[in-house]
């Protein structure tokens, strides 16, 4: 919005404050988003986020952009095990979705816990060797330099000097603006689906302790969220080479630690785990009943570790699958205001 | 936080719980009324009197009354209701509840949201939620605290009152995890549920409040196995939600898990 003029007759821009489009259990049954005060959301800056996640321009060749590695028909994750960066090399964790991220009250973000909001862990990418391996004096000059962002900054921020914290406020503001909460299983709360009997006895069995006890990690049906944005190792590997948490804070203690995904939109988000080991649904769950392995560090929530795992049945397993797939909402990959607005 | 509700007056009143935020403090005090003060708790933990500390998480340094030796990974817990009757009968209390979370420590000070006179108090708080607070799904904090701190439905829902995890040496030496969940116990064998409240009053005892008072609350972690049912981690140290018999001896031997730390200043 344009609404005035300064008195060296330059123009002002205010940008339009905006809301996010919350489901109604969100709102009754979780604490409000997280929105930082010094970031509100503006409808100028989210549009400018989102035309900055599409756009390569952020990397240091001009190949590759957020969206390639967070992308819209995958609940904006990555269906390669690694991303690949600008120089053809690869990541070594499995890009994560993103969807619900206001609501990361541990204000923890990435598999590591190494950004503490999410407008920090925007920084990260940018300048990662392995990703879009730029540096950010040269994404500043380069947007500065184009035709049309320092108007479209200028719009948002109120300033067209473009600086890094700006880049990474828009993108926030567009990240925090992609929400998933219309699944099956949103519905069957709401009372306009219904689940299946194979969906039913799954969702019986990821609520029982004695069964899967997944709800430890990952949330229950009171919690629209599922998962507890907090940090496990839940029995990958007997021997940890990654640290995880632990890399990062430097206490042993959270060697092996990684933070929970969430369940939703599981039918787009393979390969799982945050190396991307498994391919399908079924190697997960497979693992979880027989696969998993001691470590010092690993979750007391581990069931039946020298067993390997939880001990389903095959119709348990399928159960299991049946209602973690209600969880998932093809609109969220699909909704128009999420995909490249150049498209 | 969402708080419940709110209220004082007199012993003739009884304590009821809303989800009214706009309750305000109750006491409404003129220019000759007494001083209104406000109370700190602080929560600390010990092991048969050794202080746990931060650095003590993930240690097997402890020993249970069995003589199995543990570690403890998490220990967050839930208290409510924390209540002041003076001699005459009148009660004080904010309604709310407060999530100690020790490895974290966060919540280990809490101060209810009421004020009161100074004097004599029987001072005492509910351990987890009653049955009148235990409402599935009605706090958004707890919603998501911890993850969550809700218990599914099919268990009766509601809240958590503990989360006690670590791990512990079996009797063929190998190192288990263990998780020691304390809700409000539930029969999943009848129909409908037969669900108890296992929450526990503890009576700290009668304490002079004046102006900056802190009282500590000291939770002895020992006794929850310990004290009457000598607890064998050999044969319930997970699945314990929906076991409700071993929720009844969590309840047992929670009854001496409390007691009265320091109050400051001293009276």
Redesign the interface.
Known sequence: MLVACSSDDSPTYVPTPAALNIPAFFDQ???DPIIPTDNPLTEEGIALGRQLFFDPILSRDNSIACADCHRPENAFSDPRQFSVGITGDKGFRNSMPLQNLA?N?NLKFNWDGSASSLEDQMFGPVVNPVEMDNTWPNVERTLQDHPAYPLLFEQAFGNRNIDSTMVTKALSQFVRTLISGNSKFDRHLAGTAQLSESEERGL?LY????GG?C???H?????P?W????FHNNGLDAVITDRGLGEFSGDP?EFGLFR?PSLRNLAFTAPYMHDGRFATLEEVIDFYSEGLQ?SE???????N??QGGVQLTPEEKTDLIAFLLTLSEPEFTTNPAFQNPNQ | MKKIALLFISIALFVSCNSDDNAGNVITDDTTGPTLVSVDFNFTQNFDGENIVNAD??ELKFTNENGQTMSI??LVYLISDITFENSSGEVFTAGDYNLVDVRNTSNLTFTPDVTIPEGTYTVSFTYGFNDEDNV??AY??L??A???W?V????G?GYHYMRL???YINSIN??????F?NVRANDMSTTPLTLKDTSIEVILGSITIVDGATIEVKMDVAEWFKNPNLWDLNTEF?????NYDAQLRMNENGQNVFSLGEVTPAI
């Open positions: 049954s979780i604490p609501w009250f019986a609520q029982d302790e004695a006890d709800f430890h990690c949330g229950l049906p009171a919690t969220l998962t507890d944005n907090s203690r929970s001691f560090t690993i979750d007391p929530l581990m069931k570790v020298g | 998480f993930d990974s998490k599935n799904g958004e904090d919603n998501v911890d993850g969550t809700s599914p439905e099919p268990l829902g995890e670590g791990k190998e190192e288990i995890g263990y998780q969940h997970q699945m314990l939600m929906p």
